[in-house]
């Protein structure tokens, strides 16, 4: 991952960008420009600083899980400088084109260099963090789906939506098990490969051998983050409560813009316009705007202008932020001679 400005932008980079200014443009087209800055103008602002502040809570209850996993693989470290680290991968990520995409090796080699832990012990911690913050949007959107079904109405996509959940829910619960698992089944996996591969091969026995003994070390450290089943029952839990902030901040936002809000709704919204965060453009940008503006009119009777107004607001509860605090921890961490980006972090 290459951070802009430091590195320059690539061919690649600006057509994100530029794709990601493309979508904002023609969202304000059709939802009428005038309109939109109308409805701005109308947010009670008092109302919409409190759901900052809420919406900024969810960033510190993702910290939080990986200072956790942080203490179980023993990287000594303090909260305050977590929360840098944490806020900084956001902001690298976020600024990238295609950076919500496999970041994880990016920050495990910033968390090495911050706390001078090994880089497999912050590969292991920060992955692991990363599965556990992502189980909430699948349980609550299982969980909204499953309230439709027995007390509401359920909506023909939202059907496909709870069985998509499901299967990334239980894909994603194999892949977890496998790796905190003590049965070393990825281990036995990864040492029949690279003996096929050295049969093939007359020489690099020393780099199989290498290869092996990294994929065993960064095994065995996966064990052991998963190893205190009630360390994982307790962090999974808590990690909802960053859904739920989101949640209440929205319902602020709502109220800030003069809207009645009602909770089935903004419960979908939050959860399923975060699935549009996985497009390429820079942390989602653009196409986050679309999705939540699309289902904001399709659970209320809105005009895209308002539904784009309340998409933007929202945003600036939790992602733009953010990205300011993030940018500020990136500085500190610079000038301190924490942690240095790379080029290409060794796996």
């Known amino acids: 991952m290459q951070i802009p400005g430091r590195d320059g932008l690539t061919r690649r980079d600006l057509l994100w960008y530029g794709i ?39 960033l510190f209850v993702w910290a939080w899980v990986w200072h956790r996993f942080f203490g179980q693989l023993g990287i000594e470290t303090t909260v305050s400088r977590t929360i840098r680290l944490f806020l900084t991968g956001h902001f690298l990520n976020s600024i990238t084109p295609l ?22 012990e912050a590969l292991a911690a920060v992955v692991s963090s990363d599965m556990v913050n992502a189980v909430p949007f699948f349980t609550f959107t299982i969980g909204g ?30 892949l977890a098990y496998l790796l905190w698992s003590p049965d070393s089944t990825l281990g036995r996996a990864a040492t029949r490969l690279f003996a096929g591969l050295e049969a093939r091969f007359d020489r690099g026995e020393a780099l199989f051998q290498s ?25 999974v839990t808590v990690s909802h409560l960053a859904i739920v902030a989101q949640i209440v901040s929205l319902y602020v936002v709502f109220f800030a813009m003069g809207l009645e809000p009602t909770i089935v709704p903004l419960y979908f919204i939050v959860n399923l316009s975060t699935i549009a965060t996985l497009s390429p453009t820079p942390g989602g940008s653009g196409t986050y705007e679309a999705a939540f503006s699309w289902l904001m009119t399709l659970f209320y ?24 605090l993030g940018f500020g921890t990136l500085l500190t961490l610079d000038r301190d001679g924490e942690a240095e980006p790379p080029e290409e972090p060794e796996l």
Do not use: C, N
């Open 99 to 120: 950076g919500q995409f496999g970041g994880e090796p990016v920050m495990a080699y910033l968390v090495s260099e911050a706390t001078d832990s090994e880089y497999e």
């Open 20 to 58: 990601t200014g493309l979508l904002f443009a023609g969202l304000l087209y059709f939802a009428d420009t005038g309109e939109f800055f109308r409805a701005l103008g109308r947010v009670d602002r008092s109302l919409f600083a409190v759901a900052v502040a809420i919406g900024l809570s969810s």
């Open 211 to 235: 290869l092996q003994e990294r994929v065993e070390r960064v095994e065995a450290l996966f064990e052991k983050a998963g190893r205190d089943r009630r360390f994982l029952v307790t962090t």
């Open 145 to 174: 789906v499953g309230y439709l079904y027995l007390f509401g109405s359920l909506q023909a996509f939202l059907v496909e939506v709870g069985v998509l959940a499901v299967a990334i829910l239980t894909l994603g619960g194999g």
């Open 301 to 324: 009777s809105v005009d895209l202008a308002t539904a784009l107004t309340a998409a933007v607001l929202f945003r600036l509860t939790t992602y733009w932020p953010g990205l300011v």
